[in-house]
């Protein structure tokens, strides 16, 4: 973009935001048409949160 559209110090928070709305958005999708696929998406919201805590060595 000709234009940067976040300041430098706003790119990984901005990230982060999206990563975890991605996140939500597939635990609802699989929620609502593959039950039985639920394990994936909140496995992986589990696993970001986690990450965003600070705390990468808990379970996989």
């Given at each position: 973009?000709?234009?940067?559209?976040?300041?430098?110090?706003?790119?990984?928070p901005?990230?982060?935001?999206?990563?975890?709305?991605?996140?939500?958005?597939?635990?609802?999708?699989?929620?609502?048409?593959?039950v039985?696929?639920?394990?994936?998406?909140?496995?992986?919201?589990?696993?970001?949160?986690?990450?965003?805590?600070g705390?990468?060595?808990?379970?996989?």
């Amino acid at each position: 973009a000709p234009q940067p559209w976040a300041a430098a110090g706003q790119l990984q928070p901005l990230l982060h935001l999206f990563l975890l709305e991605r996140a939500a958005y597939e635990v609802g999708y699989e929620a609502a048409n593959r039950v039985a696929w639920i394990d994936l998406p909140t496995s992986g919201l589990a696993r970001l949160v986690r990450k965003l805590l600070g705390d990468d060595h808990g379970q996989e």
